[in-house]
T-cell receptor, first 118, second 114 residues
Framework: NAGVMQNPRHLVRRRGQEARLRCSPM?????VYWYRQLPEEGLKFMVY????????ESGMPKERFSAEFPKEGPSILRIQQVVRGDSAAYFC????????????????FGAGTRLSVL | DQQVKQNSPSLSVQEGRISILNCDYT??????FLWYKKYPAEGPTFLIS?????DKNEDGRFTVFLNKSAKHLSLHIVPSQPGDSAVYFC?????????????FGKGTKLSVIP
C-alpha cells in the first residue's frame, strides 16, 4: 500500500467542475489500474494503462471520463463536468507484470481519493 | 451481473476462533483469485492469492481454499485477532483476457470480538 501514492486524498467539487485525480505507482511498476468504489459496493474496474498507452478502458464511462499515464509523471484520471453520481472513492493500483504465469500478478493499491460532488 | 459474490455482508467471531469468509464466482474463465483486506479510509491491502491450478494456499494464519467445480473459494483465518477486524474483499481475474483486471465482490465485514 505505502508504495502507491494517490493525491489528493479528499476532493470536493461542485457540479459541472472538473476533477483531476493523480496516481504514482510503486517504484519499478509501469502498469496502473483505476477502480471506483461506490458506497456499500465492491471496487469496479475502470481503466488499465501502461506508460503512454491505454491498454483496456472497457470499464470507463463513455463520456466525461478520461485517463492518461504519460512517460514522465503520475497517471491522471480526469472527470469533466462532474455530477453527484460521480461521488465515490477512486483507487489506483500498480502492477508489476512478470510476463508469464500468475504467481506475481498482484495489484497493489493506493489509499484512494474520495471525491464528493456538491 | 455480479460475477463475484460474497453473500455474507458481515461476520462476527470470537478472538482466538476461526474466521471463515466465503466467495462464489460465476465466470469459469477466472483463473486467479485474491483476497484483500480493507480498513476504513484506506486502500485494499493484498493478503493472499491462489491460482486455479491449486486448491489450497497457506500463509501464516491465512489459508485460501479453492473448489473449482463448485466455483467457490474461502479464506480461513486462525486464530482470529482483534486487528483482523476489517472488510475483506474477494477478487478474481482472467489471465486470458490480457488486462488482468480484477473483479471484486462487495466485501464481508469481519468483526473479531475480544
Amino acid at each position: 500500500n505505502a508504495g502507491v501514492m494517490q493525491n489528493p486524498r479528499h476532493l470536493v467539487r461542485r457540479r459541472g467542475q472538473e476533477a483531476r485525480l493523480r496516481c504514482s505507482p510503486m517504484k519499478g511498476h509501469s502498469h496502473v489500474y483505476w477502480y471506483r468504489q461506490l458506497p456499500e459496493e465492491g471496487l469496479k474496474f475502470m481503466v488499465y494503462l501502461q506508460k503512454e498507452n491505454i491498454i483496456d478502458e472497457s470499464g470507463m464511462p463513455k463520456e466525461r471520463f478520461s485517463a492518461e499515464f504519460p512517460k514522465e509523471g503520475p497517471s491522471i484520471l480526469r472527470i469533466q463536468q462532474v455530477v453527484r453520481g460521480d461521488s465515490a472513492a477512486y483507487f489506483c493500483a500498480s502492477f508489476l507484470r512478470t510476463g508469464g504465469g500468475l504467481a506475481k500478478n498482484i495489484q497493489y493499491f493506493g489509499a484512494g481519493t474520495r471525491l464528493s460532488v456538491l | 451481473d455480479q460475477q463475484v459474490k460474497q453473500n455474507s455482508p458481515s461476520l462476527s467471531v470470537q478472538e482466538g476462533r476461526i474466521s471463515i469468509l466465503n466467495c462464489d464466482y460465476t465466470n469459469s474463465m477466472f483463473d486467479y483469485f485474491l483476497w484483500y483486506k480493507k480498513y476504513p479510509a484506506e486502500g485494499p491491502t493484498f493478503l493472499i492469492s491462489i491460482s486455479s491450478i491449486k486448491d489450497k494456499n497457506e500463509d501464516g494464519r491465512f489459508t485460501v481454499f479453492l473448489n473449482k467445480s463448485a466455483k467457490h473459494l474461502s479464506l480461513h483465518i486462525v486464530p482470529s485477532q482483534p486487528g483482523d477486524s476489517a472488510v475483506y474483499f474477494c477478487a478474481a481475474s482472467d489471465s486470458g483476457a490480457g488486462s488482468y483486471q480484477l473483479t471484486f465482490g462487495k466485501g464481508t465485514k469481519l468483526s473479531v470480538i475480544p
